[in-house]
C-alpha cells in the first residue's frame, strides 16, 4: 500500500515529504538526458544529475526542468517527478499515492494544470495544489488560521514569494522572480564583468554559500574564498580571490527587488492586520533566506522584526505535509484559499 506525500517541486531542490516519515528525499531538480538514435534516455536525475552540469559532452544533456518555480520543460519534469515518487514509494510502485505539490502564488492555470498532469502522469492517484506561501507558513509553524495578521517571505531558487495571511487564506501576496538563481546569476555577471573570469552555475552556487551577503560587513572585507575559472582574456583557467564586500555589492540589486517586493505587501496590509504585523515581524523560509546579513537588510528597511525559520530549506515541503496529513480538516478550515483542486 503506498503512502500518501508532499511534494515541494522547487527550481532548484525537489524535496518529498511523506505522511508519517517527516522529509525522505531532498535532492536537485535536475535530470540528465542522453540523445541515442534519436530517442531520449534518462541517464541521472537528481544529485548525480547535478555533478553533470557543465560537465557533458554533446550527446547528454544535464537539464532542470523548473524554471521560476514552474515547469519549463513538461517531458523532463514528469520522468523527473516519476523517478522521485518511485525511490520513495520503493517497493510499493505499483500502488497510487494521494499527493499534494506546492505550486507559487498566481500560478496561471496552464502552469497549474502542468504540474497536475506531470504528477498523474507519474502515477499519482490524486493530486492536490497548495500555493507555496500557504505551505511555508505552516511549515514555519504560523498561525496561519487564526484571526491576526502573519507574513511569510519564501525566497525560493526562482521565486521569491511574499504574503500576509490570515484566517486560514492569503490577504495579499506578491510573487517576484528574483530568487536563488537571480543571486547566483548577478555574481556570475560580476566575476565576468570585473575579474574577466567565466564561471559556471555550481561555482556561483558555492561563492553565494560561502562569501555571499546582503550588505557588506560593518568592517574590513570581510569573508575572502578563491574562486577558479576561465580567463576571459587569455582563454586559460585562472584562480582569483574574491571578498564578501565586493560579492554584496554585486547583490545590491537582487536583494534591492526582494526588499522591494516586502515594501509592496506592506503597503497593502489592512490597518488590523499592519498591527499585528508590527508585533510579529517577518519570518523568512526558503534557501535564499539563509543569506548572510538579509534579515538584517529587511530590519532595517522596514523597520520590523525579522526572523528566519527554524529550517527554512523544508518549510514548504513541512507545511505541505501537514496539510496532506489533515486534508479533510483542512479542506473544510481553509476551503479554496489552499488551492485545493
Not at 161 to 175: D, K, P, R, S
Not at 257 to 284: F, N, S, T
Amino acid at each position: 500500500m503506498s503512502k500518501d506525500m508532499a511534494i515541494d517541486l522547487g527550481t532548484a531542490n525537489t524535496l518529498v515529504y511523506m505522511k508519517g516519515s517527516g522529509i525522505v528525499l531532498d535532492e536537485p531538480s535536475v535530470i540528465a538526458v542522453g540523445e541515442f538514435r534519436g530517442r531520449r534516455q534518462v541517464l541521472a536525475v537528481g544529485e548525480e544529475a547535478k555533478k553533470m552540469l557543465g560537465r557533458t559532452p554533446g550527446s547528454i544533456h544535464a537539464i532542470r526542468p523548473m524554471k521560476e518555480g514552474v515547469i519549463a520543460d513538461f517531458d523532463v519534469a514528469e520522468e523527473m517527478i516519476k523517478y522521485f515518487i518511485r525511490k520513495v514509494n520503493g517497493r510499493r510502485g505499483l500502488s497510487r499515492p494521494q499527493i499534494i505539490i506546492s505550486i507559487p502564488f498566481g500560478a496561471t492555470a496552464v502552469e497549474r494544470r502542468a504540474i497536475r498532469d506531470a504528477a498523474y502522469a507519474a502515477g499519482a492517484k490524486r493530486v492536490y495544489l497548495i500555493e507555496e506561501p500557504m505551505a511555508a507558513a505552516i511549515g514555519a509553524e504560523l498561525p496561519v488560521t487564526e484571526p491576526t495578521g502573519s507574513m511569510i517571505v519564501d525566497i525560493g531558487g526562482g521565486t521569491t514569494e511574499v504574503a500576509m495571511l490570515a484566517l486560514g487564506g492569503i490577504v495579499h501576496a506578491c510573487t517576484v522572480r528574483v530568487a536563488g538563481d537571480a543571486l547566483d546569476a548577478a555574481i556570475i555577471a560580476y566575476l565576468r564583468r570585473a575579474h574577466n573570469l567565466l564561471v559556471g552555475e555550481a561555482t556561483a552556487e558555492q561563492v553565494k554559500k560561502e562569501v555571499g551577503s546582503a550588505c557588506a560587513p560593518a568592517q574590513g572585507e570581510g569573508r575572502v574564498m578563491e574562486v577558479r575559472g576561465r580567463d576571459l582574456v587569455k582563454g586559460i583557467p585562472r584562480e582569483t580571490a574574491i571578498t564578501e564586500s565586493a560579492i554584496a555589492k554585486a547583490l545590491n540589486d537582487p536583494v534591492d527587488a526582494i526588499v522591494e517586493a516586502v515594501k509592496q505587501v506592506l503597503e497593502q496590509a489592512p490597518p488590523e492586520l499592519a498591527a499585528d504585523i508590527v508585533d510579529r515581524g517577518l519570518v523568512l523560509a526558503g534557501g535564499g533566506a539563509q543569506l548572510t546579513r538579509l534579515d538584517k537588510v529587511l530590519r532595517d528597511a522596514t523597520g520590523l522584526p525579522v526572523v528566519v525559520a527554524e529550517n527554512p530549506l523544508t518549510c514548504v515541503a513541512v507545511g505541505a505535509g501537514k496539510a496532506l496529513s489533515e486534508l479533510r480538516r483542512a479542506k473544510k478550515a481553509w476551503r479554496d484559499q489552499l488551492a485545493f483542486s
